[in-house]
């Protein structure tokens, strides 16, 4: 059986448990009302629409 040479330091354990690199960056898209970046599947915060429905009146 195979067994380590040396003892693995906490930081160097921590480091390969952490998922923190393992994250995708949030995906964006463009509102089809205003064109401001939000994200897909949710209404606009800018705007307040969602595919081109007005779902929360925004004050301009």
């Not at 040479?5 to 995708?24: G, I, P, T, Y």
């Not at 463009?30 to 949710?42: F, M, N, T, V």
């Amino acid at each position: 059986m195979a067994v380590p040479k040396r003892k693995v330091s906490k930081a160097r354990r921590d480091k390969r448990r952490s998922a923190v690199w393992k994250l995708d960056t949030p995906a964006f898209s463009r509102c089809s009302h205003c064109g401001e970046l939000c994200a897909p599947h949710k209404v606009c915060k800018n705007c307040g629409y969602y595919k081109g429905v007005e779902v929360i009146k925004k004050e301009a």
